[in-house]
Each structure stands twice: as structure tokens, then as C-alpha cells.
């Protein structure tokens, strides 16, 4: 079984400046005709993290969803070009964390990942704009094909 994940996380400061900050994801999951929007907190920590718990969370779902072949999207090129040649690890030990999740996931699946803008990454664009925004709705009909009304 096929899907299209869109990924993105996003960090934000705790209130009453409580540290550190507070991480969002968001996948937007592409199967067929149809998508599905996972919005979750997703604990403490910088942008960076929260990235990669919102590519964790896609690959999680998938697994868990029955998806064997999964094309990954998502708007960090850093963490895009790290999967996408062989790593290489400089003593980042929270990148190799993060790796080693990731791969337990994707072990199951047959994967690509692919970097895009953040203006055509519909799960950037669900967090920036909503499910139910124009913006969204519009980027869903021309991106994928899904009228989602």
C-alpha cells in the first residue's frame, strides 16, 4: 500500500518563558483521493527535534497503517540531505538517536525523501494557515489532486 507524507515540526517558546521550548509536528498523510492531518505536541526541545519527531511520527504511522511504500516531504534540507547519502556521524549523538528511531520505522518500508519549500509542504502550510483555510484547501486541489470540500 502507497501514501505521500508531508513532515514538518515547529518549536515554540514555553509560556511564561518557560525553556526549553515547546515542539509541534505535523504530518499530512496522502493516500489516493483522500489525506489526513495528524497534529500532535510532541515534548521539549529546539526546531531541530521537532523535525525529526514529525518525520518519526510519519514513518510511525505508516508502519502502523499497514503502508509499505511511503514518498517522505519535508521542508529541513539538512535532515533531507542527511538521509539521502550515506551517514556520516560527528559525534552528534542526538542526530544518531534520532537516525536510529527513524531506521527502526523505515526498516519496514520502501521510502524516498525528498526536500520541498516550505510553500508547497502542506504540513507547513497546515501550520501556518489550517485545515480550513483557503491557502491549505487551494495547495491540497493543486499539489495533489484532493478537493477537500
Not at 521550548?21 to 515534548?43: H, L, M, Q, S
Not at 549523538?93 to 520505522?105: D, I, N, P, V
Not at 521510502?111 to 510553500?119: A, D, E, F, P, S
Request: aromatic share 14%; proline share 3%.
Amino acid at each position: 500500500m502507497y501514501c505521500k507524507i508531508y513532515f514538518d515540526g515547529e518549536s515554540k517558546p514555553a509560556r511564561r518563558g518557560g525553556s526549553p521550548n515547546i515542539n509541534r509536528t505535523c504530518i499530512v498523510v496522502i493516500k489516493e483521493d483522500d489525506y489526513k492531518v495528524i497534529d500532535t505536541f510532541a515534548g521539549r526541545g529546539d526546531s531541530y527535534d521537532a523535525e525529526w519527531e514529525a518525520l518519526i511520527l510519519g514513518a510511525k504511522y505508516a508502519v502502523e497503517n499497514g503502508f509499505t511504500t511511503v514518498d517522505f516531504f519535508g521542508d529541513h534540507k539538512g535532515i533531507v540531505d542527511f538521509l539521502n547519502a550515506p551517514p556520516v556521524f560527528t559525534g552528534n549523538e542526538k542526530t544518531h538517536a534520532y537516525f536510529r528511531l527513524f531506521c527502526s520505522y523505515a526498516e519496514k518500508l520502501e521510502y524516498t525523501i525528498t526536500h520541498v519549500t516550505r510553500r508547497v509542504n502542506l504540513a507547513g502550510m497546515y501550520f501556518d494557515c489550517g485545515e480550513k483555510s483557503q491557502a491549505f484547501t487551494n495547495c491540497l486541489l493543486w499539489q495533489e489532486g484532493i478537493d477537500s470540500h
